[in-house]
């Protein structure tokens, strides 16, 4: 049996991997990190990582970057592996992972939908395959409660049109008065409202046609299904970076 402490259990996504814990086979939450106590959860509750007492196989962190450095050094401290699902990190954050992954395993993803990343896949392939011919434009929609901006997602799948262009193409965020004409950047547009899940869009727009790909998620409960895929699959993995491509196989 596989040993999970989930750092923000009291929050939406946490709740989520309780549930679907709940009756598994193969693992389970020994105890959780936040600053308050879900009511459904009998086991330990620590305020800090460094309050932390009992073994664990892998973290999975759906909490914020203020938990990250906290996090790093219990688990390469302790050797133990640790699946961020966070976003909004800052570069120095980014840096820091990278420095954590030399000593214990670090899988680190935008979106743990397997559809996403099918997603990312397909507009790798459909930026190559288009060029500069066509424009490309990413609209994200998510929840009024979503702090950062765009997605993690967003930027991830610009990045992985712009890997047809040498990653060259700057970055637009959004549009405001007379911007003239359109140069060679990728544009970057945020949604916020209501209960939206999220939803992505990356529109092709070339000269008469439009070829739009898109993925929507329904419940949270998928990113909480691929993120407890994820500390499954990196439990005793050796120290190093890890992510979806390496879950689901690099074509």
């Not at 640790?82 to 990190?89: D, K, P, Q, S």
């Not at 004409?181 to 990356?202: F, K, N, P, Q, S």
Request: glycine residues 10%; contains cysteine; neutral net charge.
């Amino acid at each position: 049996m596989l040993n999970f402490i989930v750092c923000g259990i009291a929050g939406h996504m946490g709740g989520n991997i309780l549930e679907l814990l709940k009756d598994d086979g193969q693992a389970r939450v020994v105890c959780g990190v936040d600053v308050k106590k879900p009511e459904n959860f009998a086991g330990k509750v620590f305020s800090r990582f460094e309050e932390v007492d009992v073994k664990a196989d892998a973290v999975i962190d759906f909490s914020s970057p203020a938990c990250l450095a906290d996090e790093l050094c219990y688990c390469t401290k302790n050797g133990v592996p640790a699946v961020i699902a966070a976003t909004g990190y800052t570069p120095a954050q980014l840096e820091a992972m990278k420095e954590a992954a030399k000593k214990t395993a670090i899988f680190r993803t935008a979106n743990f939908s397997v559809g996403v990343n099918l997603l990312v896949r397909l507009v790798r392939e459909a930026a190559a395959f288009l060029g500069e011919k066509f424009d490309v434009e990413i609209v994200e929609k998510h929840h009024n409660l979503k702090k950062d901006a765009p997605s993690g997602t967003a930027l991830m799948l610009a990045d992985a049109a712009n890997s047809a262009f040498a990653q060259k193409k700057p970055y637009i965020y959004g549009r405001e008065g007379m911007t003239g004409a359109r140069g060679r950047e990728i544009g970057l547009h945020a949604v916020r409202g209501g209960t939206i899940v999220g939803e992505h869009d990356v529109l092709f727009c070339g000269e008469d046609e439009i070829v739009t790909l898109s993925h929507s998620a329904r419940s949270k409960k998928v990113f909480a299904a691929g993120a407890i895929r994820a500390a499954k699959w990196i439990a005793g993995k050796p120290a190093g970076m890890y992510d979806m491509n390496d879950l689901l196989g690099n074509p």
